[in-house]
């Protein structure tokens, strides 16, 4: 019924196709190399094959492959982090609200990373916070300008491109560049990734 509410949720949409469903990891991989889409939503707990595995598997595949939005609850989802860097796109929560499902799939579908600020940071801070995570940033983090990182932060804190061009005094514009320059110094694929990245280098950490 869950399957079949998203479904019909998304196809009321104009510019939003369901081209398939499934109940299963093994299932969402099958549909997904039949039917190519642009975006799948992902379940990170299902029987058979587990939500990370299954993103691995999808992003794993020859040719385009889609992005991926992880659908989890808040607190008992510690794969979350995993799946993140496994190349998903971003994470939703399965109680949002429609109109934030509608909207998570357009985001991603153009190419963004759905970061939320309040959930991104709480469970990769959760991560960071654990003994293993270095104490200063790694190699290809120090190669960054004083401003790459200035930025790298702010969206690690889950702040816009305007935003950040707020909090720092510079065009939107500029931000974007400084992000794509970040994203290609660090051989990243998205903005998802650099949040990753930064609290696994310990260029941010939890609290901060």
């Known amino acids: 019924m869950i399957r079949a509410g998203f479904a019909a949720l998304l196809e009321a949409h104009e510019g939003i196709t369901v081209v398939g469903t499934a109940d299963d ?8 190399r039949r039917t190519r889409p642009d975006v799948v939503l992902m379940d990170i707990r299902m029987p058979k094959v587990n939500g990370l595995d299954a ?3 999808v ?5 385009v ?9 808040f607190d008992a989802d510690e794969y979350v982090f995993s799946a993140l860097r496994a190349g998903a ?6 109680d949002s609200p ?15 990373a759905l970061l939320s600020p309040k959930i991104t940071r709480a469970l990769i801070a959760d991560y960071a916070a654990r003994p293993t995570r270095p104490q200063v940033p790694d190699a290809s983090v120090r190669s960054l300008t004083d401003r790459e990182l200035d930025v790298m932060k702010l969206v690690a804190a889950g702040r816009s491109n305007a935003e950040i061009a707020t909090d720092l005094f510079l065009a939107e514009q500029t931000v974007k560049t400084h992000v794509s320059r970040i994203l290609n110094k660090l051989d990243l694929r998205d903005r998802t990734q650099m949040v990753v990245r930064a609290y696994e280098s310990g260029l941010v950490r939890a609290g901060t």
Do not use: N, Q, W, Y
């Open 59 to 63: 992003l794993g595949m020859p040719g």
């Open 65 to 73: 492959v889609p992005k991926v939005i992880i659908l989890t609850t």
């Open 25 to 32: 990891g093994v299932g969402i991989v099958e549909v997904v």
């Open 98 to 112: 429609p109109e934030e499902l509608t909207h998570a799939v357009r985001v991603v579908a153009e190419g963004e």
């Open 55 to 57: 993103t691995r598997a």
């Open 89 to 94: 796109s971003g994470f939703l929560l399965k």
